[in-house]
């Protein structure tokens, strides 16, 4: 494995929500919907077996004016659809029960959600690489793939590597590595910071588990949410905000190669096009913490201004299709020897073991390894 930082989990996974999602969002039928349920499963059940710290806390996804109770009942058809475990809906005083300072008129409850502490857990599959007799190579990063007669020669920070296939999944940067390989350039990864708040110890206790609005159906982001951490932080955010930098944990980055590979894209523009006033209230809330703390109060109206204190970032990498399309589901692709993820976001951390034995499938098949031991 060839690693371009000098350990696991520096990106997306280690800068995340850490919630262990139950499969409730994905449209049923998608890769998410299937891989999400599956994940989550496997995923307590790894971090049960290697000793990981997590907690099935549970979650409620509150609407709290009559315009969302259809976009609530969607949610509820997609979940049951995608067998999430014990989801139900709630009204106003279930979810008083459940989150004593959440307010709202119908919900749902999905006790299968969970927490996690996701370095921990890619921690460990390196650990699992090295005890079957791999190598974790970091400070790799790979800077060049070339396909030969029987072989991919990949070059990169510590040298070259000869592989007869190899799996990319280089998340931000996982457009430029498939490029690398020959693949088409479409999907572009367009980077989205998530920045996060943190309530103040003294006032934790506004919040149990796990609070979630009911989202807009038509991004594919779930909104400003109230997420308890596996360290005890309650975390709100995180927003979303297209950013200059693939690597933007500080706002102001600006890397030039990403901005232009950004600003080059014909998607953008029609993304820009299309979305530029939710693109407007993002830059609201990113900049102002008050516009974030309102977003979460909407659903929790205690919650004020003096109760947070900045947190992290995570950025987001997004596909962007060449027409503008925020691609929601997740993509595979293949290249000459070589199988490319593409798109992974939210909830890939966990669906992470079901996508990694679905990648090791095609592998088997697109590489003619099937019958080898
Ligand atoms: C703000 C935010 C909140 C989220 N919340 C959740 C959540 O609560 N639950 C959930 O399930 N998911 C969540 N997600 C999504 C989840 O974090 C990602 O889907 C998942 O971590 C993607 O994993 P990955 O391995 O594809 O990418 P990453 O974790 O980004 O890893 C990519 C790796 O590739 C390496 N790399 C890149 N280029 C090269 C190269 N050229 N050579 C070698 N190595 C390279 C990088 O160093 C990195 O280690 C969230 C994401 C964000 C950003």
């Not at 409620?60 to 109770?69: G, K, P």
């Not at 999430?84 to 008083?96: H, K, Q, S, T, W």
């Not at 800077?143 to 999944?169: D, M, N, P, W």
Request: contains cysteine; aromatic residues 6%.
């Amino acid at each position: 494995m060839l690693e371009r930082e000098s350990t696991v989990g520096t990106h997306q996974t280690g800068h995340n929500s850490g919630v262990i999602h139950a499969g409730v969002y994905y449209e049923p039928g998608s890769l998410k919907a299937r891989l999400c349920v599956e994940g989550a499963r496997e995923l307590y059940e790894y971090c049960q077996a290697r000793g990981i710290a997590n907690e099935a806390c549970g979650k409620v996804i509150v609407a709290t004016d009559a315009s969302e109770l259809s976009r609530l009942e969607e949610l509820e058809r997609r979940g049951k659809a995608n067998g999430v475990p014990g989801l139900r809906r709630i009204d106003g005083a279930g979810i008083e029960e459940l989150e004593p300072h959440a307010r709202g008129i119908a919900g749902l409850h999905s006790p299968g959600t969970g927490i996690v502490d996701f370095v921990a857990v890619a921690g460990a599959l390196a650990q699992d690489v090295v005890e079957a007799g791999g190598v974790v190579a970091s400070g790799s990063g790979v800077t060049g793939v070339q396909v030969k007669a029987r072989a991919l020669l990949l070059t990169h920070a510590s040298g070259a590597t000869e592989a007869g296939h190899a799996i990319f999944c280089a998340g931000a940067w996982s457009d430029r590595v498939a490029v690398m390989a020959g693949a088409d350039p479409d999907p572009r990864i367009v980077p989205f910071r998530g920045a996060y708040l943190r309530l103040v110890p003294e006032r934790r206790q506004l919040v149990r588990s796990l609070i979630y609005p009911v989202p807009d159906p038509s991004l594919p982001f779930l909104g400003v949410h109230l997420t308890k951490h596996i360290d005890g932080d309650v975390l709100i955010g995180p927003t979303a905000l297209l950013v200059a930098a693939r690597d933007a944990y500080r706002l102001g980055k600006v890397r030039g190669e990403d901005v232009l590979d950004t600003l080059a894209w014909p998607g953008s523009w029609r993304m820009f096009r299309h979305w530029w006033r939710t693109g407007l209230s993002e830059l609201r809330h990113a900049t102002l913490r008050s516009a974030c703390v309102r977003a979460a109060a909407r659903y929790v109206p205690e919650l004020g201004v003096d109760d947070v204190e900045p947190a992290f970032a995570g950025v987001r990498a997004q596909a962007l299709t060449r027409d503008g399309q925020l691609v929601d589901d997740f993509v595979f692709s293949a290249t000459e020897r070589a199988l490319h993820v593409r798109n992974a976001p939210s909830p890939a951390a966990t669906s992470s073991l079901a996508i990694g034995r679905y990648v090791a499938k095609e592998a088997e098949r697109g590489f003619g390894l099937e019958g080898l031991p």
